[in-house]
């Protein structure tokens, strides 16, 4: 009797795994028939390259693409009219997966493997039309699973704007909108295929307005105070400065006004900061001593000075148990071919890049798994990351070795091989959604690390403050 039992048990054990393979498989199967609808999709937004805060017919897109597919639309969020949750289901778990749709000024660039401008303001060197309509696809195909599977709890895609300085996921954090999010999906456009942990660096910014007096640079220079002054004597002390912070911590400005003519003091200068770390309360102590030389620039050049507040983000809080699971998915998903045009064009680009040859196995492959990494950049999933649990990766959605922010990015994104990268991404968070959904033990682990490495007494401090979203920080 009781072997027969066990039989059954082991049988019926069997007989779900199978199903659950099979579904997953289904999965994988309807992804990739939509391919070539989420291709037009993320075509559509390079094609609009709007930038941060200004994506209003990016999220309209993706906002229409996700009703239709019977999600819940709450729109302008967190003060950001470019913002918006869409969600299907209801109770627990809730899973949240991001998209961002901003582009980067400057970097307009058309779809060929040679440098040339499309024409426009902007251009998606980071990949962000992809990022967004990937998660879109993802947040689709978990829903259709739950509803295939009558499965209870809660699918959210967040329309996260603004991601390149903008800090938009900061603003959704402050107002609260993942405090009821069990688990944080994301991933970001690449060179290679990797679910590996990942870093980012915390970073402040802020601009510094100078205010002096203009006068005739030549007949009364004694009546003017220069405004560019008080800039470069607060530069020259940040420069001095940076003996004396730790050498992994990054400064950079830029001028933004600096006066228009020579023979006229100039009454208005304006310099961009950043200030990175690895550690948060490093950036905030380093921000102080930017804003004391700043103060004391103005003193010294007689002239007055004020600052806004533009970005802040945490650095990015890495969960290793979310990490696996995403990364036995991607394994289980795998790479992309080239086709021969694919490769051609792959070569031209890495000739670009002062390579003899495009290395296309990258893109065939995944990165083997890595629980360390040295953070480059910075990101406002950051913030997120120490609010719930999150889990990202990247996926191959540019020729190997292309660096990101670049024109060769841009162009590799508007191509067939951007569309197969963001599919691989799209089925890995899929898979990895499917996962949190089946499994309660996973959740309440990946819940347990989060709690433990965010420690008992942490207070989340958004860096930028109480400021207002800078929504025309790109005009
Ligand atoms: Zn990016």
């Known amino acids: 009797m009781q072997k027969i039992t066990i039989m059954l048990i082991v049988l019926c054990t069997s007989v779900l795994t199978l199903s659950a393979q099979k579904t997953k498989k289904e999965v994988l199967k309807s992804l990739n028939q939509k391919s070539e609808t989420y291709g037009e999709i993320s075509q559509e937004i390079w094609n609009l390259a709007e930038m941060g805060y200004q994506e209003v017919k990016s999220s309209a897109l993706l906002q229409k693409t996700l009703e239709e597919a019977g999600f819940t639309i709450e729109t302008g969020v967190a003060g950001i009219p470019t913002a918006f949750i869409a969600e299907y289901g209801s109770g627990s778990p809730i899973v949240a997966i991001m998209g961002e749709y901003d582009a980067l000024p400057g970097l307009s660039q058309e ?58 996921k ?91 003519a020579p023979n006229v003091v100039p009454d208005f200068a304006e310099v961009y900061y950043y200030a990175r770390h690895a550690k948060r309360d490093v950036v905030i102590d380093i921000f102080d001593r930017i804003v004391k030389a700043a103060e004391g620039a103005a003193l010294g050049t007689g002239t007055t000075m004020d600052y806004e507040m533009i970005g802040g983000t945490h650095e990015l809080l890495p969960n290793l148990t979310l990490q696996k699971v995403m990364f036995d998915n991607l394994t289980e998903v795998g790479g992309f071919d080239y086709t021969t045009e694919e490769r051609e064009f792959a070569d031209k680009i890495a000739k670009s890049l002062g390579k003899d040859q495009a290395d ?21 999933v950051g913030d997120v990351s120490f609010t719930v649990p999150t889990v990202g990766m990247s996926a191959a959605t540019w020729v190997p070795g292309t660096p990101a922010h670049s024109w060769q990015a841009v162009a590799a994104g508007g191509t067939s091989i951007g569309k197969k990268g963001m599919m691989v991404a799209a089925k890995t968070l899929t898979l990895t959604a499917i996962d949190i ?35 025309d920080y790109r005009k």
């Open 111 to 168: 779809a060929v493997a040679e440098k040339k401008s499309a024409g426009g303001a902007a251009g998606h060197a980071c990949g962000h039309h992809l990022f967004g309509t990937a998660s879109t696809a993802a947040a689709i195909a978990t829903k259709d699973w739950m509803v295939a599977n009558n499965k209870q709890g809660t699918i959210r895609f967040y329309g996260t704007p603004a991601e390149e300085g903008g800090s938009g």
């Open 170 to 260: 900061v603003y959704m954090v402050r107002a609260g909108l993942f405090d009821d999010v069990d688990i944080a999906l994301h991933w970001h456009p690449g060179a290679q295929n990797a679910s590996n942990v990942g870093a980012a660096l915390a970073n402040k910014s802020a601009k510094f307005r100078f205010h002096g007096f203009s006068a005739h640079a030549a007949a009364a220079p004694e009546q003017g105070r220069s405004a560019l002054d008080g800039v470069e004597a607060m530069n020259m002390m940040v420069n001095m400065m940076r003996e004396h912070v730790p050498s992994d911590a990054r400064i950079h400005y830029v001028i933004t006004s600096g006066g228009k």
């Open 360 to 380: 296309i196995s990258v893109a065939q492959n995944i990165q083997p798994y890595k629980t360390e990494a040295k953070p480059g950049g910075s990101t406002d």
């Open 437 to 471: 959904f089946s499994d309660k033990k996973l959740v309440d682990a990946a819940k347990a690390e989060f709690q433990e490495k965010r420690g008992a007494d942490f207070k989340y401090i958004p860096l930028l403050g109480d400021r207002e979203p800078a929504l």
